[in-house]
């Protein structure tokens, strides 16, 4: 079995620990062995989260070593550009555009990097980009909440996994009265790259 | 066999549930807390557990319920393993009727603790078996093999894990839970067994030293310890998550993976050190393998590649073991790309809506010296507030106060506690600060809950960790009949009273208490609507960004004259709890519509 080792980087809130753990059970159901390690620093106060989520024959450690990542799945620009030691010319890298500005940048004296410069730094960092505004999809749905299925969903088209895994594992994870939204944003994100857009 | 995807800590309470522990107890810290929440949720028929005041609380009630004849556990984090300390201490010389295990949550790397101890030196200083998992599924079930070594020997077990450990989730297979006992009692009138006194004591001592003895024939045989052979040039000895890590880096090494850290394997060592060309050790931390491997007598090497500080990540294992020639350098991962210097970090905030947040803007606009204390409190210490002056553990900052009294600082000094930390070990300085007739104000932040480690109650919250309704006490009543003679309660979320009431207590000459109350915002959900900055009236004088909000953030819109940012107000972020509105000198935040402002 190929070795997929996956990163989730994001900002506390933006439900990167729920997707994780998503992607983790979707490993195991189809087969792999899995392990998953998250750094949360002070996730629930605004701070970077950061997950790494690996599928294998046998996982042996839960963290993924700088340049092994195959996938990277960026919910904010800043973050994943924070990781970009990660990334190898092999990996395949996902982002929401959407900016969560930090507080350091909101009322301090910092500055946002330009979505350009991230893009290009990143894009010249993998084998393949792709970039969308997934909170906006979300918005669409009715809430930036679900901005993180959309990015499940437009990942599950990059991997070999049967559909119902999918669902199967997004029905047990999520609240029951927000199942069915999940899965539309799930769908809305798979949608998003069956296109091919990049 | 059934399996499941478990945290290191959710397998731990896993492992409770299979070994047939009937009492669980702790008190929250990172990265511990998921292990007696996990317990109570999916196994809260089964096994009682609780949060308790403190750590050794938690340890003493764990004992008194396995000198009962209840299998008991108990939960803390890395430095609640000092608290606890005292109590397991005894515990090792009296040993208990059921099993006993202590699971401490260690933090290399400090993700959340104010020091880097390494708690494995604890076995050694309380003489007591240490395991240490490695992943999941060993966290379930060396919480088996926990109590089976528990019983068998009669002593206390230490689990030690740390934040990979507790916090990485794995695959593991379960079982099934064994029968426990309905009934307990009569309780072992056994004095000579469990009375302490230094005659008994004295006799229990020789038992100890000869339980150790029998524990390290035992940690030959065990099968928590266990020699890889492969390829015999070069010889790692390692133990938790260090294992995995080394599995990765070197997989053609030979591996001693212990399981069973103390007592160590003597025979089983010097045999894989015999049968390999270099022997190195690989942990986290301190050299505590090393040390005792080196005095076998046995020609290791260790600390001096791998550095004491901060988590030993693969790519750092493999980054060391080039520079001492064990690995050649093309197996180093090597980043292709570099994060530009200098991105904007997020540093943790106090939340929109937090009560704390007038009371730090009060405490840098008086510029008090505060000494400070564990909690999302300790946030004050960070601009915009610069109002936290010491920090160093759970109950420090009361004690810290009363020391600044006592040195004749002539300023007047404020401590900041929390109502959790508080309960934990804020009474007891209290009293001394009383008893002692000292002088400064102890600010007591009653939010409710215990809010930095994932909003636990305590004995000031109404439930337990059950669920169950409990009696709240009341701190204020306490800190009265405690014999503090001046006390005042304010209101968190109104700056003024908050101000006001610390004034009063800064005047006055003994020792003051100020309860600044007002309720966790993550726990009330509170929203009091989207306030919104008057972009004309606003003259940027950077006041409302002292507060610190994120939801208060600069506008494009600058102040012609000084060239400075006009403030606004993020609408997804702000809860409207009015702070901004009542510091602003010009009256330039405002209400929703239809809220009435104060």
Wanted: include cysteine.
């Amino acid at each position: 079995m190929k070795r997929l080792d996956i990163l989730v980087a994001g900002v506390g809130g933006q439900g990167t620990i729920l997707a994780s753990d998503i992607l983790a059970e979707v490993g195991m159901l189809a087969g792999y062995d899995v392990k998953k390690s998250d750094v949360l620093g002070l996730a629930v106060r605004g701070g970077s989260v950061l997950s790494h989520v690996r599928w294998g024959e046998k996982v042996a450690s839960p963290v993924i070593s700088p340049g092994m990542a195959n996938f990277l799945l960026g919910f904010e620009p800043l973050e994943a550009l924070r990781v970009i030691p990660y990334l190898s010319l092999e990996s395949t890298v996902l982002v929401n555009t959407r900016v969560v500005p930090p507080v350091s940048v909101s009322s301090g004296n910092m500055d946002y990097p330009s979505l350009d410069a991230i893009e290009r730094a990143l894009r010249a960092a993998c084998r393949k980009f792709f970039s969308f505004d997934a909170t906006a999809v979300a918005e669409k749905l009715g809430t930036a909440r679900v901005a993180n299925l959309v990015m499940l969903g437009a990942f599950s088209t990059q991997v070999e996994v049967p559909f119902e895994i999918w669902e199967d594992v997004i029905l047990a994870r999520v609240p029951a009265k927000y199942r069915d939204l999940n899965l539309r944003a799930f769908h809305a994100g798979r949608e998003l790259l069956k296109g091919g857009l990049q | 066999m059934r399996k499941a995807l478990l945290l290191g800590n959710e397998a731990i309470a896993r492992g409770a549930y299979e070994a047939g522990i009937q009492v669980a107890t702790g008190y929250p810290g990172t990265p511990s807390s998921e292990i007696l929440e996990t317990i109570a949720k999916e196994y809260g028929k089964e096994i009682y557990a609780e949060w308790s005041t403190n750590e050794k609380v938690a340890m003493d009630a764990a004992v008194g319920a396995a000198y009962s004849g209840r299998r008991a556990l108990v939960t803390t984090k890395q430095v609640g393993m000092n608290v606890l300390a005292d109590s397991l201490m005894y515990a090792v010389y009296t040993g208990s009727e059921a099993g006993l295990v202590v699971v401490t949550a260690d933090d290399p790397g400090m993700f959340s603790s104010q020091n880097e101890q390494d708690n494995r030196w604890y076995a050694k200083l309380a003489k007591v078996p240490l395991l240490e998992p490695a992943d999941s599924q060993e966290a379930k079930d060396f919480v088996i093999h926990a109590i089976e070594i528990s019983e068998r020997f009669d002593t206390p077990v230490v689990i030690r894990t740390t934040m990979r450990v507790s916090h990485s989730k794995g695959v593991v297979t379960l079982g099934e839970r064994p029968p426990v006992p309905k009934e307990v009692g009569p309780f072992p009138r056994n004095q000579k067994k469990y009375v302490m006194t230094a005659m008994w004591a004295r006799e229990r001592h020789p038992v100890v030293e000869e339980r150790i003895k029998a524990l390290a024939a035992y940690a030959e045989e065990s099968p928590l310890n266990w020699a890889e052979y492969r390829d015999r040039k070069l010889g790692i000895v390692t133990s938790g998550v260090t294992y995995a890590y080394v599995r990765e880096v070197f997989p053609q090494a030979s591996v001693l993976k212990l399981g069973m850290t103390y007592p160590l394997p003597r025979n089983l060592i010097l045999e894989f050190a015999k049968n390999v060309e270099e022997l190195i050790v690989v942990e986290e931390l301190d050299p505590f393998l090393e040390e005792q491997i080196r005095a076998l007598g046995v020609k290791v090497r260790g600390k001096d590649i791998f550095p004491p500080c901060g988590e030993l990540l693969p790519e750092r294992i493999a980054e060391l073991a080039a520079e001492a020639g064990l690995l050649p350098a093309e197996k180093v991962p090597r980043p292709a790309n570099h994060a530009p210097e200098g991105l904007p970090e997020r540093i943790p905030v106090l939340c929109p809506g937090c009560p704390h947040r007038s009371t730090f803007f009060v405490l840098a606009k008086l510029k008090v010296p505060v000494a400070g204390d564990i909690g999302c409190y300790n946030l004050g210490c960070l601009p915009p507030f610069n109002a936290q002056h010491t920090m160093g553990c759970m109950g420090a900052s009361i004690g810290v106060l009363h020391g600044m009294a006592i040195a004749g600082l002539p300023e007047r000094a404020v401590a900041t506690i929390g109502d959790s930390t508080f309960f934990h070990s804020g009474m007891a300085p209290l009293a001394n600060m009383v008893h002692n007739g000292s002088r400064g104000v102890v600010i007591i932040m009653d939010n409710g809950t215990t809010a930095m480690t994932g909003h636990q109650d305590h004995p000031g919250t109404q439930w337990t960790l059950h669920g169950q309704p409990a009696k709240a006490i009341d701190i204020e009543k306490v800190v009265r009949a405690m014999g503090v003679e001046k006390v005042r309660v304010v209101n968190a979320f109104d700056v003024k009273e908050v101000e006001n009431g610390l004034k009063d207590c800064l005047a006055y000459e003994g020792v003051s208490v100020l309860i600044t109350r007002g309720l966790c915002v993550q726990v009330s959900k509170a929203h009091g609507g989207i306030y919104w900055v008057d972009v004309n009236a606003c003259i940027a004088c950077g006041t409302c960004f002292r507060l610190g909000c994120p939801a208060i953030v600069k506008s494009e819109v600058k102040n012609p004259k000084t060239g400075a940012n006009k403030a606004a107000i993020d609408p997804t972020l702000c809860v409207g709890c009015d702070a901004c509105r009542q510091v602003c000198p010009v009256g330039a935040i405002h209400a929703p519509e239809g809220k009435e402002e104060r």
